[in-house]
C-alpha cells in the first residue's frame, strides 16, 4: 500500500492553468503504476473518471476530454507525480485524486484495490 497526498488545487479562471502534485510514500514507488483520476460534483466515487496515468517506464495516456490540455509525469527520484493542467475549463472542476496500483492489475483492478490519495478541489469559475 501506498500513501498519496494531492496538492495543488485551488480557483482558478477559465483558460488558466494549474499545477497538482501527488507526494507519495512506501515501498518501491518506481514499480507503482500511477493516476489522476476526478470525480465531478454530483457524482459518486464509481463514476470518477481516470484522465490520466503512467507507467513504471514511463508510458503515458491521456484521456480524450483532456488530451492537448492535460499532461501527466513522474520524478522517480522524489516520488512524485504530476498533472498539469492548462486551458482549463469550467467543466473541469472536479476533486482530482491520485492512485497507485500495481504495475500488473488493469484500470478496474487499480480503481478497486489500489491506494488513493483523499483528493484536492479544483474550480474553474470566472
Known amino acids: 500500500q501506498m500513501y498519496l497526498e494531492e496538492s495543488g488545487g485551488g480557483l482558478v479562471q477559465p483558460g488558466g492553468s494549474l499545477r497538482l502534485s501527488c507526494a507519495a510514500s512506501?515501498?518501491?514507488?518506481?514499480?507503482?503504476?500511477m493516476s489522476w483520476y476526478r470525480q465531478a460534483p454530483g457524482k459518486e466515487r464509481e463514476e470518477r473518471e481516470l484522465i490520466a496515468d503512467i507507467s513504471r517506464d514511463g508510458v503515458t495516456n491521456v484521456a480524450d476530454s483532456v488530451k492537448g490540455r492535460f499532461t501527466i509525469s513522474r520524478d522517480i527520484d522524489k516520488n512524485m507525480v504530476y498533472l498539469n493542467m492548462n486551458r482549463l475549463k469550467p467543466e473541469d472542476t472536479a476533486v482530482y485524486y491520485c492512485?497507485?496500483?500495481?504495475?500488473?492489475?488493469?484500470?478496474?483492478?487499480?480503481?478497486?484495490?489500489?491506494?488513493w490519495g483523499q483528493g484536492t478541489q479544483v474550480t474553474v469559475s470566472s
Open positions: 512506501g515501498p518501491r514507488f518506481s514499480i507503482y503504476h
Open positions: 492512485n497507485a496500483g500495481p504495475a500488473d492489475y488493469n484500470d478496474h483492478e487499480r480503481f478497486v484495490f489500489g491506494s
